[in-house]
């Protein structure tokens, strides 16, 4: 599955082209050192790469993320009726 343009849109104007960890827990409702127990654990739903020693995630990954979390939610709103 691939992101939604309309989803990489909202990513990239509000967070930029890479985001940082911080913007990371924001965009997954969680502390950052949740993201970072995540990430050790290899948990982390959204890949993400060191450069210069900090760590990333590319806007269309979580893009990704999003719109996978969305598809999940309808199915699943589907079924309880």
Do not use: W
Request: charged share 20%; glycine share 8%.
């Amino acid at each position: 599955m691939s992101s939604s343009l309309m989803t990489q849109a909202m990513v990239v104007d509000k967070y930029g082209f890479r985001v940082g960890v911080t913007q990371l827990a924001e965009i997954m409702c969680i502390t950052k050192p949740a993201v970072y127990n995540q990430l050790s654990a290899g948990t982390f739903p959204i890949p993400t790469y060191l450069d210069q020693g900090k760590r990333y995630a590319d806007f269309r990954d979580i893009a990704e993320h999003i719109d996978k979390c969305r598809e999940a939610a309808t199915r699943g709103a589907g079924s309880r009726a």
